[in-house]
């Protein structure tokens, strides 16, 4: 299995990235997707996640402003990020998991994240 996010960049506080998480090595249309974050020196920390049928769930600091969606034919899953603020820099990361209600257990697969860079 390989993951592969892209989409970040550098952006103004305020503004909005599309970040792309590609998938390969098999069908994960009934897998949930993960997004995650990591800022150096801190833990990785999950950011929303979707279930294979559809069902979002987002951390708090980020409700009303990231948007997950995923397209199963494509294997791709997308987050748009809106309002961004400074404390939204990290690199993002795309995983693969399961779910238990609002819970999220993302395997251990994990690609090469994409930096997202937000200035005040």
């Known amino acids: 299995v390989q993951l592969q996010a892209s989409g970040g960049g550098l952006v103004q506080a305020g503004g909005s990235l599309r970040l792309s998480c590609a998938a390969s090595?098999?069908?994960?249309?009934?897998?949930?997707i993960g997004w995650y974050r990591q800022d150096p020196g801190k833990q990785r920390e999950l950011v929303a996640f979707?279930?294979?049928?559809?069902?979002?769930n987002y951390k708090e600091f980020v409700k009303g402003r990231f948007t997950i969606s995923r397209d199963g034919a494509k294997n791709m899953a997308y987050l748009q990020m809106n309002s961004l603020k400074p404390e939204d820099t990290a690199v993002y990361y795309c995983?693969?998991?399961?779910?238990?209600?609002?819970?999220?257990?993302?395997?251990?697969?994990w690609g090469q994240g994409t930096q997202v860079t937000v200035s005040s």
């Open positions: 995983s693969i998991g399961t779910n238990r209600g609002s819970y999220y257990i993302p395997y251990n697969y």
């Open positions: 090595g098999g069908t994960f249309s009934r897998n949930a």
């Open positions: 979707i279930d294979g049928g559809g069902n979002t």
